[in-house]
C-alpha cells in the first residue's frame, strides 16, 4: 500500500510533501494542549491494530482504518499518520522517508474528508452510525488507493497497469475496512461516545 | 516487542551524533530519489554499502528487513518491462520485454535500495528517542515531537493490553474465519484497545499536568558533535558534490 523509496518522480514528492505540511500544520495548530495525548496513544492503538491480520477468504490483510483514525481524531489525522509512517519507516523500512510526504497525503487526506462527510449520520442513531462507519471506513480506504494510484500514474504512465492492480487488491479489502469500522463505531457509540470526535 | 534491532551495536555510526546522521540522510534520500539512469543511482548505492561496512550490522535481520522492502519493486519488475513504451524489444514466447523498461525498473531498483540501507545504517542504528530528541534540535514543531515521543512509548503498553485481549478471547474458543462474526470481533478488540487507550491518554494527561506540563518536553540532555562527526559530515557532502558534477 505505502510507496517505497525511488519509486516516485520529483514533482510528485514536492507535492506530496507540500500538502501533508498543509495538513499537518492546521491539524497541529488546531490541537489543544490536553489533546496531544490522546492524540498519542491513540495512534499507538492504531499502530497495534494495523499488525492484526484479518482473513478474507484464503489470504488475509491487515487493517488500515484510516477512516477510523478521522473519525475519532478529526485534523488529528495528519500528526497521527504521520507519525505513525516515520515509525513503519525507521523500524520496518515500510514505505519510506522520501515518501513521506506523499503517504501521509494519501491516507490522512481521505480521513479528514469522511470524517466531515459522516459525522452527521454518526452522530444520529446507532443504525445510521453502522452505515457512516461502514461507508467512512471503506471510502477512506478506496480514495487512499486511488491517491496512491494517481502518483504512480503522474510518475511514469505505464504504472498504469500497476496502479490498477493495486486497487482491485483493494476493492475486496475496503469493503472489510467498512464492515470492521461500523462495528467498531457502532460499539463505541454504546460504550464511550464522547471518544468519537 | 523487540523493535529497535537494529540500534543495538557499538560502530562508529552507532556513536556518531544523531543531528549530523539526520542532516547527511535527508540531503542523501533527497539527491538520490530525483537521481535518474543507471550510473548516478549506482554511485548513491556504493556510498550506502560503505555505511554498511562502517555500521556491522546483523546481516541475517539486515536481508530480511531488505526482501521486505524489495516487495513492492518485484511488482514493478512484473510489470513495468512489459508495458513500458520503447523501441528495442526482446521477444521471449509471445512477451514483448522492452530494453528501456529494463532500465528504468533497475533504476527504481538501485535508488530503493541505496535509500533503504542508508535508512537502516544512518538512522535505525540510533534509539527512536535519540531521534526524537534530534528533531528537536532540528526544529521540528514541540507538539510534533511530543506525539511522535509519547506515540512510541505507549505502543508498547498497547500492544500488551493486545496480547491479552487476544489471549482472551483464544480461551473462548475464537477461531478467525472469513465471516461477519469474525469481523465484529475485531472490531470489538479494536474498540476495547482503543477505549483502553482514551482512558489511558486521560491519565497520562492528569499525571503530565501536575508536573507542569506546557505542551512540551523540555530537553534535559543535549548532544555533544564531536571532530569526527564534522569530519563525516564533510566527507559524506563531499561525496555526494562528486557524484552530482560526475553525472
Redesign the interface.
Known sequence: MH????????PV?LTGAFLSLVG?AIG?KN?K??D??????????F???S??H????PTSAH?V?NG?VGM?LGLGAF??I???L??Q??????G???TLGVNTFAMAMPAVLCYYLFRGILRRSKNTAFLGGFLGGGLSLLIAAILISIALIET???????AG?LLAMHLPVAV?EG??????VV??KK??PE?LG | MHLEEFSEGNSFLHRADPRVKILIFAIFSVLCAVASGIKTPTLFLLYSFILLLIARLKIKSLIARLLIANFFIAFIWFFIPLTYPGNSYVTLGSMKISHEGLRYALSITIKCNAIIIATITLLSTSSIFSIAHAMLHLRVPKKLVTIFFLFYRYITVIHEEYLKIKKAIALRGFVPKTNLNTYKTYAYIVGGMLIKSYERAEEIYKAMLCRGFKGYFPLFEHFYIRKSDIIFGVISISIFILIGVKS
Open positions: 510507496i517505497s523509496e525511488g519509486v516516485l518522480s520529483a514528492l499537518l497541529l490541537m494542549n490536553e496531544i495525548p490522546k492524540v498519542a496513544v491513540l495512534s499507538s492503538a499502530f497495534v491494530a499488525l492484526i484479518v482473513p478474507i477468504g487493517l482504518l477510523l475519532i500528526p497521527s504521520f507519525v505513525a516515520i515509525l519507516a525507521l523500524l520496518f523500512q515500510f519510506g522517508l522520501t511514469e504512465k505505464s504504472f498504469i497497469s500497476i492492480t472489510i464492515i470492521i469500522t461500523g462495528f467498531v460499539y463505541l460504550v464511550k471518544a
